[in-house]
């Protein structure tokens, strides 16, 4: 199946500083990508939808101010998360269509997700 | 009403049993529907497409039914290896709007 890889797998920062992670579609390219978040024992929410050559579309309540998304190419997406608070400590996760075919959808396929602590 | 809903169990089942969950969507115009595994601190995997029509893969069976909006997953001869977090997620609605909404999973734990 197709790969999504992500970088770092996990990161821990000081309140107030900037986390960059990184999603790349490894053998597929991908006008759409997106971001989810996950709280401990929470289902995954959709934070944003990342267009390649666009802005991207955030989900409401979203500040799209302190989580910047960049997609700048069709195999890479980039979140970062400006002036990160405790709060925003979470298991990040991106995805990535595989494009599908006219019979089907396509298949999202998830990156291993950026495990975020800040303390 | 959420838009995807599940019984978050735990169900403890038997190693050898049958288990079954349901899920129940809240978009009539959800098109797509899928049931992904999460294990504890990894990201979801898909585990299979629902179709119209059912469909089977092995030990798992997935079914859908539009009129009451519910999809079901069965484990048949489940084994330890089964044990996860099982993830009821549907698309946004039209096709090429790729947008998933996910349920709180269903946990699942196979006991020896």
């Known amino acids: 199946g197709a790969v999504v890889s992500q970088h770092p797998s996990r990161v821990i920062c000081k309140s107030g500083t900037s986390v960059k992670i990184e999603c790349r579609s490894l053998d597929f390219q991908a006008t759409t990508m997106f971001w989810y978040r996950q709280f401990p024992k929470k289902s995954l929410m959709l934070m944003a939808t990342s267009n390649e050559g666009s802005k991207a579309t955030y989900e409401q309540g979203v500040e799209k101010d302190k989580f910047l998304i960049n997609h700048a190419s069709l195999t890479l997406s980039t979140l970062t998360v400006t002036s990160a608070h405790p709060e925003d400590s979470s298991f990040y996760i991106c995805s990535a269509g595989d494009g599908g075919d006219y019979r089907i959808q396509e298949t999202q396929y998830f990156g291993p997700g950026t495990r975020l602590l800040v303390l | ?112």
């Not at chain 2, 089942?13 to 049958?18: C, H, L």
């Not at chain 2, 299979?48 to 092995?58: A, F, K, L, P, Q």
């Open chain 2, 1 to 112: 009403r959420k838009e995807v809903e599940q019984d978050p169990g735990p169900f403890n089942v038997p190693e050898g049993a049958t288990v079954a969950f349901n899920c129940t969507y809240s978009n009539s115009a959800s098109q797509s529907f899928f049931w992904y595994r999460q294990d504890c601190r990894k990201e979801p995997k898909l585990l299979m497409s629902v179709y119209s029509s059912g469909n089977e893969d092995g030990r798992f069976t997935a079914q859908l039914n539009r009129a009451s909006q519910y999809i079901s997953l069965l484990i048949r001869d489940s084994k330890l290896s089964d044990s996860a977090t099982y993830l009821c997620v549907v698309n946004g609605g039209n096709f090429g709007n790729e947008k998933l909404t996910f349920g709180t999973g269903t946990r699942l734990t196979i006991i020896p």
